[in-house]
C-alpha cells in the first residue's frame, strides 16, 4: 500500500491538514474493493482527485475511468447517456447509441454532482447498483454491467432527502464509505502552499517571474473566507501574475483582487426558513385574512353549540380542543368566566311553521338565526388562490399545503373538492 505522501506527489495534492490526509487515507484504504464511495465537500475543494486514487489503486485501475458530470448534462437527454438508447427510442434517435455503464464496464465511473439527478434517473441508478443491471432508453432488454460507481456532491443530502429531491434509499447505497474533503478556510495553513505552487505554474506557463507574497500579504490571504476554495485560490494567483508588474505582492495590493466582505467573523445566520412562510407582504395579507375566516368559522360553531346546548360548562368539555385553537393556552382558563353572563337560547327539538314565526317577531337572539358562512366575493377569491398556491408551491402534496395553510389534511380536501381543483 502506498503511502500519503507518494499519493500526493503522484496526484499532485498539494497541503498537510490533518482532515485532507485522513480523506486520502479512507481512499487508499477502500481502493481494493468495490464498496461505493460517495465523496462530498463543497464546490471546488478538488473532490475530482479522490475518485482518480480510487481507480488507480484498484483492481479495475486497467478498466475505463469515465467521469460524468450530472449536473451538466439536460434533465431529457441523461437516462440515455448514462444507460443508452435504442435506435428511434425518441426523436433524433437514428442509431443506437451504448451508455456509459455499458462503455464502462469492468472499469469505474465517476458520477460528479450526483445530487442533480433527476428522481426518474435516480431510480434507474438505484437498481444499477443493487444487482448491476440496465435497460436502455427505449427498449426491453435486461443488461448487465459491471461498474463501480463513486460519486461526489456538494450538495447537503440530509436537506435534499427532506425536501424530497434525493432518495434516501439511493443515498445509503451511494454513501456505503462517505469520504469529507474539508473547505480551503479550515486548511488556513495550505493556502499559501497553493498559493505558491499555483504562482510557480503560471509563471512557467506565461514564462514571466515567479510572484511572491510580502510578509504582511500572507495573514490576509489565509484570513480570506474562499467561499471558491480552491479554485478561487488558483484564479486569484492567475490574475496577479499576469497582471502585475511588480513580482512582489503587498497587502493592499492583493486586498484589490480579493471580493468584499473578505473577513471571516462569524455570523449569526437564521437558515432554516418556515414552511408556513411567505414570498411577499400580499401573500402575508392574504394568509391573515384566510386565518380570520378560519376563526370566525370556529366562533360560529362554537355560539351555534352553545345555543343548541345552553350548557356552558358541557360545551366547553365537549368542545376543548376547539377553544384552545381560538384562544390559546394562556387565554383558555379566562373561557368561562367571558359566557357566565351569556343567555343561552335553547332552541326546541320540535316546532311548527307558528312557533318559527313567533320567534322570529319575540325572540331578542334573532339576529344569530341570520348568520350565514358567506363572504365577498374578493375573499373567496384570495382563498382559492392561496390554496392553488400552497399547493403549486408543495408539488400537490397535500398535507405540506395543509400545514402553511394552518388547517386540516380534512378540510383542505374538502375545499379541493369544493372548488373543483
Known amino acids: ?73 439536460p434533465e431529457g437527454t441523461i437516462d440515455s447517456e448514462l444507460f ?28 460528479d454532482e450526483v445530487g442533480e439527478l433527476p428522481l426518474t434517473t435516480q431510480v434507474r441508478l438505484l437498481r444499477v447498483l443493487e444487482n448491476g443491471e440496465f435497460i436502455k432508453v427505449g427498449s426491453s432488454k435486461v443488461q448487465k454491467t459491471n461498474v463501480r460507481i463513486v460519486a461526489a456532491t456538494n450538495v447537503n443530502m440530509f436537506d435534499a432527502i427532506k ?22 478556510r479550515e ?27 510580502a510578509d504582511d500579504a500572507v495573514p490576509i490571504l489565509q484570513k480570506h473566507r474562499w467561499n471558491g476554495n480552491i479554485r478561487q485560490l488558483r484564479n486569484v494567483a492567475e490574475q496577479i501574475s499576469v497582471l502585475e508588474q511588480n513580482r512582489t505582492i503587498s497587502a493592499s495590493t492583493l486586498q484589490g483582487y480579493l471580493p468584499n466582505g473578505s473577513n471571516n467573523l462569524p455570523a449569526v445566520i437564521n437558515t432554516s426558513k418556515s414552511e408556513s412562510d411567505f414570498s411577499n407582504e400580499r401573500e402575508i395579507l392574504y394568509k391573515v385574512l384566510f386565518d380570520m375566516k378560519s376563526d370566525l368559522n370556529d366562533l360560529k360553531k362554537l355560539t351555534m353549540e352553545l345555543m343548541k346546548n345552553g350548557n356552558v360548562s358541557e360545551v366547553e368539555k365537549d368542545n376543548e380542543g376547539l377553544i384552545q ?16 353572563d351569556l343567555e343561552v337560547l335553547a332552541i326546541p327539538e320540535q316546532a311548527d311553521e307558528d312557533y318559527h314565526s313567533d320567534i322570529k317577531t319575540q325572540d331578542k337572539y334573532h339576529f344569530a338565526e341570520e348568520i350565514e358562512e358567506e363572504e365577498t366575493l374578493s375573499l373567496h377569491d384570495k382563498e382559492l388562490e392561496l390554496i392553488k398556491k400552497s399547493l403549486e408551491r408543495h408539488q400537490g402534496k397535500r398535507k405540506l399545503a395543509a400545514a402553511e395553510l394552518g388547517i386540516s389534511e380534512r378540510t383542505l380536501y374538502r375545499k379541493i373538492k369544493q372548488y373543483d381543483l
Not at 85 to 106: C, L, N, P
Request: aromatic fraction near 10%; charged fraction near 30%.
Open 1 to 73: 500500500m502506498e503511502s500519503i505522501q507518494a499519493i500526493k506527489q503522484r496526484f499532485g495534492i498539494i497541503g498537510n491538514d490533518p482532515k485532507l490526509n485522513r480523506a486520502i487515507e479512507k481512499a487508499i484504504q477502500v481502493a481494493p474493493t468495490d464498496i461505493s464511495v460517495l465523496v462530498t465537500g463543497e464546490s471546488g475543494v478538488g473532490k475530482e482527485s479522490i475518485p482518480k486514487i480510487i481507480h488507480q489503486l484498484s483492481h479495475r485501475k486497467h478498466g475505463k475511468y469515465i467521469a460524468v458530470n450530472c449536473g451538466a448534462i
Open 84 to 111: 443508452g438508447h435504442e435506435k428511434g427510442a425518441f426523436t433524433g434517435a437514428t442509431q443506437t447509441r451504448s451508455g456509459y455503464f455499458e462503455v464502462a464496464d469492468g472499469g469505474t465511473i465517476f458520477l
Open 163 to 184: 425536501k424530497e429531491k434525493f432518495r434516501e434509499d439511493l443515498y445509503y447505497r451511494l454513501s456505503t464509505v462517505d469520504i469529507n474533503i474539508p473547505p480551503l
Open 187 to 213: 486548511r488556513k495553513e495550505d493556502i499559501h502552499l497553493l498559493f505558491r505552487k499555483f504562482s510557480s505554474d503560471f509563471a512557467l506557463k506565461y514564462k514571466m517571474p515567479t510572484i511572491k507574497l
Open 325 to 340: 385553537k381560538i384562544y390559546g393556552e394562556s387565554q383558555k382558563d379566562n373561557y368561562t368566566e367571558e359566557f357566565e
